[in-house]
């Protein structure tokens, strides 16, 4: 194509203008589908508790969590390159910040889980500036040493158990919001009935994260943050406020993760400092699920969180063999695939459930235009 | 109309840029040329934020941007290309202009997509503008450094060593499409050592040579000049 031609059609499409010549899409017809797919299995996971056994409902519980633990750190690490090994401190705070809400306070349970998370962004953005001073592997330390201490913090508090840590008593937990209805929907004993409840809490979590991440990595403030993380010299001069997107990603993941923190410690009703900034439990596993299953994807936290859950339900009666397990797995597969499953399956079929790339074409005017080019 | 004041910039002892007066009038096309390591890099670094001067001004359509981030600058109206090109690896080349139009260009999406689209067909990029930035060779990717500073639509534009490497043909196209770019009514200002792709576009040649302006003037002037014929063929004032 000659540049008189380009030069001509770059006029042509000035004065035209109200034609549009390119289009860009996002979807898919498979990922119309998965997203009909999802949505089927999601009602059916909320109708769920009507038959499934309290056992599967606590497991659930687990997954849904994870699950939200790892879309956060997927979009944090994998999309915004901050790579924290401290989001134990977030799940932490709350945790800590929904067991002071209901027993110092005497807060509804339901209305502490949007607090902890408020807690959990105050605090994300105080620290912000001081980790942000750090880099790469810096970071990553930092992040850890900053839920360390935070950790410490947490056990000074004797009205919340200092250093052992303390239970929720079930009298706190039964005047809460919506027991009463799910006892009477299902004729379940209160325990169990609260194992229902906080099901649904997780499962919302999950999905409005998930759906959220999903937007915000195919809105234009994802695209920057992408930018800024595949190099933010070139992103700067392109426009793009790097210092700013990280920091409120920082902040919003923060808020996420501190819900999902209290939902777990309601459901567990029994805290103390080392599990609730447990590196192992709340970042370990999260960063397992992200690299089994696919980084920088939607689809891979989903793959990796059904993995972890059916390793660990098959191995626990090995004891900690189980842990020798998830290590050889996630080595070979960092060494086989080191896209994650996900990753592996796109690469070989080219397909996405949950597409987030932006695909550029022609409009039909557009593709007119470029034959008469060609013709000419 | 971009104006550089009595710039200075020292690392250390190493003096990279040294009372440099510099302008650009809109519009205008200014080539620069000088050996490795006289400040052409830093130049653009000082005009489009990356470094601070540590004294003098510049001034931007009669704005003090000294203080401004690089990001700011963009946005007032200074687009960069890089002399190692520094793509967005893992998003496709479209979205690489995507982000430059809707940040750098400011504008909304469905103006950002037509622009990208134009301008990947001016670069020769658009049959790859769904490819992986990443996965380009090297000279789509001084095409793709190219069209992204176009993409955020600026009236300066800033090219550093953007012919360097390429085949005669290559590098000739390339003339033609900064010289369409040039005639849109962008100021460009280029840095090159391919010095006839350089003559075939600038209507203004500045010599540096250990962060001073030694020479400026007519290329073919300059060119003839005694202090670029001491600096290139060693040939004693």
Same mark, same amino acid.
């Given at each position: 194509m000659s540049v008189t031609a380009a030069r001509d059609k770059v006029e042509i499409g000035r004065g035209a203008g109200a034609a549009p010549l390119w289009q860009v899409r996002v979807g898919t017809p498979l990922s119309r589908a998965a997203a009909i797919g999802a949505l089927a299995v999601v009602v059916a996971l909320v109708l769920l508790p009507a038959v499934a056994s309290r056992n599967l409902i606590q497991d659930l519980i687990f997954v849904f969590t994870m699950l939200a633990l790892a879309q956060l750190w997927n979009v944090l690490a994998g999309w915004g390159g901050l790579v924290s090994v401290g989001q134990q401190a977030f799940v932490?705070?709350? =945790?800590?910040? *929904?067991? %002071?809400? #209901?027993?110092?306070?005497?807060?509804?349970?339901?209305?502490?889980?949007?607090? =902890?998370?408020? *807690?959990? %962004?105050? #605090?994300?953005?105080?620290?912000?500036?001081l980790l942000f001073r750090l880099e790469g592997p810096y970071f990553a330390i930092g992040s850890w040493v900053a839920a360390e201490a935070l950790r410490l913090i947490c056990a000074q508090f004797k009205t919340l158990g200092g250093g052992t840590g303390m239970s929720i008593s079930p009298s706190d937990l039964s005047q809460m919001i919506g027991l009463k209805s799910a006892q009477a929907l299902f004729g379940l004993r209160p325990a169990a009935a609260r194992d229902v409840l906080i099901y649904w809490i997780a499962l919302l979590l999950a999905v409005a994260v998930t759906l959220g991440i999903t937007a915000f990595v195919r809105s234009r403030m994802g695209l920057a943050l992408a930018a800024s993380r595949d190099n933010a010299a070139a992103a700067r001069s392109v426009g793009v406020r790097t210092g700013r997107i990280r920091y409120l990603l920082w902040i919003v993941v923060a808020f996420a993760t501190g819900m999902v923190g209290a939902v777990v410690y309601l459901q567990k009703?029994?805290?103390?400092?080392?599990?609730?900034?447990?590196v192992t439990d709340w970042t370990a596993y999260v960063i397992f699920i992200v690299v089994i299953g696919g980084v920088r994807t939607i689809e891979g936290p989903m793959i990796g969180v059904l993995t972890l859950w059916g390793l660990i339900t098959y191995l626990a009666q090995y004891g900690s063999l189980y842990l020798v397990v998830l290590g050889i797995i996630a080595i070979l597969i960092m060494l086989f695939m080191p896209k994650g499953v996900w990753g592996e399956i796109e690469r070989r079929w080219g397909i996405r459930l949950f597409p987030t790339q932006r695909v550029l074409s022609r409009t039909s005017c557009g593709s007119d235009l470029a034959k008469n080019d060609l013709a000419k | 109309m971009l104006e550089l004041k009595a710039v200075s910039k020292a690392f250390g002892a190493i003096v990279v840029a040294e009372r440099i007066d510099l302008s650009l009038s809109s519009g205008e096309a200014l080539g620069v040329i000088g050996p490795n390591g006289a400040g052409k890099s830093t130049l653009f670094n000082l005009i489009t934020g990356m470094l601070r001067p540590?004294?003098?001004?510049?001034?931007?359509?009669?704005?003090?941007?000294?203080?401004l981030a690089p990001e700011d600058r963009c946005r007032a109206g200074i687009g960069r290309s890089f002399q190692i090109p520094l793509p967005f690896d893992h998003l496709s080349v479209f979205e690489n202009l995507s982000v430059a139009a809707l940040f750098g260009g400011g504008m909304g999406q469905a103006e950002a997509v037509q622009h990208c689209g134009r301008t990947l067909e001016l670069t020769g990029l658009e049959a790859k503008a769904n490819r992986p930035a990443g996965s380009l060779p090297l000279?789509?990717?001084?095409?793709?450094?190219?069209?992204?500073?176009?993409?955020?639509?600026?009236?300066?534009?800033?090219?550093?060593?953007?012919?360097?490497?390429?085949?005669?043909?290559?590098?000739?196209?390339?003339?033609?499409?900064?010289r369409t770019i040039h005639a849109g009514g962008v100021g460009i200002i280029w840095i090159e050592?391919?010095?006839?792709?350089?003559?075939?576009?600038?209507?203004?040649?500045?010599?540096?040579?250990f962060g001073r302006v030694v020479a400026q003037g007519v290329p073919a002037e300059v060119m003839r000049s005694s202090e670029v014929q001491t600096i290139y063929m060693g040939v004693p004032a």
């Open positions: 932490g705070l709350g =945790a800590y910040a *929904l067991f %002071a809400g #209901v027993v110092t306070l005497g807060i509804d349970p339901v209305f502490t889980i949007p607090l =902890a998370g408020l *807690l959990a %962004a105050v #605090v994300a953005a105080v620290l912000g500036p009703a029994r805290i103390s400092p080392d599990a609730a900034f447990s | 540590d004294s003098g001004r510049v001034i931007l359509d009669g704005r003090d941007i000294t203080d000279l789509d990717r001084k095409r793709l450094e190219l069209a992204r500073a176009l993409a955020t639509r600026p009236r300066t534009l800033l090219l550093d060593e953007i012919a360097g490497g390429l085949t005669e043909a290559e590098c000739h196209e390339l003339v033609e499409t900064i050592h391919v010095v006839h792709a350089l003559l075939a576009v600038v209507q203004r040649l500045v010599v540096l040579d």
